[in-house]
């Protein structure tokens, strides 16, 4: 069912965790919505073994996906209409509704959700492609307890690197954190745990050249001529959110739409995010999900008050 040529109470952009979550629940409490997204499943898709979907032990990214859009589907009809397509541009128009452009259509809706969420800057190395999920991994906590008792890296120099060494610290070996410059983006807080912590060793002015390995990672080289032997790298440095089709909302330096975290109300009124493509501190499946239900939660009564 297409059929877009409506005015919606709410419009939902994405359909990561955070996106289905909220169709759900907005289906279940009646309100007249949409979802616009180009495919379901989000970030994770890509992952063979999910281990912290709570409630499963272990499900690949492929299946989480059609879950979440079977769970949609299953609303689809009166309240909830599905949308695939890629969302270009939001506006507010004079009389406080939303309009939400995307290739085809331009859908007037009273309040909006966006959880684009986004991507994971990509480690610039020779070979590091060709080991993505082979080793090299963009989520410590997703992947990290699967290097129990090995060497590790962790690439990069901020809250995310800082506080994923800290946590590998716990199951790996040694860890080293190597990071471009000489300087900390991490709060010092985090830095002075790290330092008190022996098996991490920070290794400054460090560029990373080329990942090593055969089928799975076995080492990489640093500043042309220094090689380490790890059977895992863990690459945090930084996330580009998909936000750049909404201008008018609030955003941290990066992009990320700024929340507040009770409600996830952005700085516009009619306006919520959740997930990712939020400011939130950590980004996971499970904290998506209950940042759209919060949100879905106040929508609720923001539409009916
Ligand atoms: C490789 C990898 C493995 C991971 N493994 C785990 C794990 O094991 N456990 C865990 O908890 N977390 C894991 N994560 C993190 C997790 O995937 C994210 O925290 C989660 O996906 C965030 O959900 P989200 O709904 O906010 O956004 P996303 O998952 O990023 O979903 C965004 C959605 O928006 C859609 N979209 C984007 N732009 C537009 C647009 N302009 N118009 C319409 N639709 C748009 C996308 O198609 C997608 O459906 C992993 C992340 C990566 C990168």
């Known amino acids: 069912m297409e059929n877009t040529n409506q005015e919606y109470g709410l419009v939902i952009i994405g ?33 063979d073994d999910i281990q912290n979907w709570i409630g499963t032990a272990h499900i690949s990214g492929m299946d989480l996906a059609k879950d979440l859009e079977n769970h ?93 060494a800290l946590q590998l610290s716990s199951y790996c070996k040694k860890v080293y954190i190597l990071n471009r410059t000489d300087k900390y983006r991490a709060d010092q807080i985090t830095v002075d745990k790290v330092l008190k912590i022996e098996n991490i060793q920070i290794i400054n002015n460090a560029v990373i050249n080329e990942v090593l390995g055969d089928k799975f990672v076995d080492g990489l080289i640093y500043n042309n001529a220094e090689k380490l032997d790890v059977s895992g790298i863990f690459v945090e440095i930084g996330q580009i959110p998909n936000t750049d089709y909404i201008e008018f909302v609030n955003k941290n330096t990066v992009g990320n739409i700024i929340t507040d975290s ?42 009916r008050g």
């Open 15 to 47: 359909g990561g965790p955070a996106g289905s979550a909220a169709a759900v629940y907005a289906a279940r409490k009646n309100i007249k919505s949409a979802i616009i997204t180009t495919e379901f499943g989000g970030q994770s898709v890509v992952s």
């Open 72 to 164: 949609v589907k299953e609303y689809q009809g009166e309240f909830l209409n599905i949308v695939k397509d890629k969302v270009v541009k939001v506006t507010q128009n004079e009389d406080k509704t939303f309009s939400i452009k995307t290739g085809k259509d331009d859908i007037i809706a009273k309040a909006v959700l966006v959880t684009t969420g986004s991507v994971r800057r990509k480690l610039e190395a020779k070979n590091a492609d060709v080991f993505e999920h082979k080793g090299l991994t963009y989520c410590a906590s997703c992947d990290g307890p699967m290097y129990k008792g090995e060497d590790v890296v962790v690439v990069g120099g901020g809250n995310a690197a800082f506080e994923s």
């Open 262 to 303: 009770r409600t996830q109300r952005t700085s516009i009124e009619g306006v919520w995010a959740a997930g990712d493509c939020t400011d939130g501190l950590y980004h996971q499946n499970n904290i998506a999900v209950g940042d759209a239900v919060k949100a879905l939660e106040n929508v609720f009564v923001w539409l």
